[in-house]
């Protein structure tokens, strides 16, 4: 059974990937329907929470420490394909934290990225492998410098393995953004991969998002752009990633701006300058997608404030299960 991590405190459980035997292929952190299933009952499905009522009993400070809530990120079809009947069979509320780029046609390519990586090569490593050949940079130094920030990232992600942190610490800090995709693209190219043939597969449409609302799942903000690093950004940058995000979530769903009141950080990045900017768009929950407490932030407390609520990657819950 599901402990709580041994942490008393309450937490969102953070889901991304579901594979099945068709398009949404097998990849790092993906589970199936039996995984998710098991998973639920690991938890304790009396321990989950509606997304509307794990709400309104945080804005009411009612939360019990042992109360949890289901919480889906990025937009992607699999949720939809794989995760959405099991909700609704078992009668789970769940939080959706969309990027909105996608409704414009101007998907990040992360998910493109990731299908990529999983389907055109034997394991991560030789996608790797590749790209650094790709790359073509001496980066022994870079990771000697960034040998203590691999180590802390590590305790910080423990279901990363250190070449996946030293991976995204290339494409994050050594590599801009199109810098990166440029080396991406040219990988595409090599393998003959057309990405546009994937989106409508792979990422939300404009119809799930309102199919969600309808069914009563909590759709909240994730960014417009998804940036990696989102506190990299300045104040105005953050503030139009936010504004650009709620003003399309209320446009696709038809409600109000001010009917969407949570939110969860993009790769968990954030500053003081998002957190008065979510509070100014009106947002009365953030998740953060950590479960420890960040010093180095000025936190106090693992839920440090009503925009900094933890959560537990599935990926760590899924290690424990087995
Ligand atoms: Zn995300």
């Not at 599901?2 to 459980?13: A, C, L, M, Q």
């Not at 180590?151 to 279901?159: E, G, L, R, V």
Request: net charge neutral.
């Amino acid at each position: 059974m599901y402990v709580n991590n041994n942490n008393n405190f309450f937490h969102g459980i953070m889901f991304h990937h579901f594979h099945d035997h068709g398009i949404h292929t097998k990849g790092q952190g993906s589970i199936d329907k039996d995984d998710f299933y098991k998973m639920i009952n690991f938890i304790g499905r009396n321990n989950i929470l509606d997304a509307d009522v794990f709400f309104e009993k945080f804005k009411n400070n009612k939360l019990k420490n042992n109360q949890v809530c289901l919480t889906f990120d990025d937009a992607i079809k699999c949720q939809i394909d794989i995760a959405l009947p099991i909700l609704e069979e078992l009668k789970i509320k769940s939080f959706f934290f969309v990027y909105t780029s996608i409704f414009q046609g101007k998907p990040d390519n992360l998910e493109f990225f990731r299908y990529f990586r999983i389907n055109y090569f034997k394991n991560v490593d030789e996608f790797y492998d590749s790209f650094y050949e790709f790359l073509d940079k001496d980066l022994k130094s870079f990771f000697e410098k960034n040998n203590k920030k691999i180590q802390q990232t590590k305790i910080k992600f423990p279901h990363y393995s250190i070449s996946d942190i030293k991976f995204r610490l290339v494409r994050d800090v050594f590599l801009t953004k199109v810098q990166y995709e440029d080396i991406m693209f040219l990988m595409f190219k090599d393998k003959k991969f057309n990405h546009n043939d994937f989106s409508k597969k792979l990422l939300f449409q404009k119809n799930d998002l309102k199919t969600l609302d309808n069914l009563g799942h909590l759709i909240g903000l994730h960014s417009h752009n998804h940036p990696t690093l989102l506190e990299k950004l300045t104040h105005d940058e953050q503030k139009s990633e936010y504004e650009n995000c709620l003003s399309s979530v209320s446009e696709i769903l038809d409600k109000p701006k001010n009917e969407i009141k949570c939110m969860s950080h993009p790769c968990g990045s954030y500053n003081a300058d998002t957190l008065k900017i979510l509070k100014e768009l009106g947002i009365e929950l953030g998740f953060k997608q950590i479960m420890t407490i960040e010093p180095e932030k000025g936190m106090k407390k693992v839920n440090n404030s009503f925009l900094e609520i933890a959560r537990q990657d599935h990926a760590d819950i899924f290690k424990r299960m087995n």
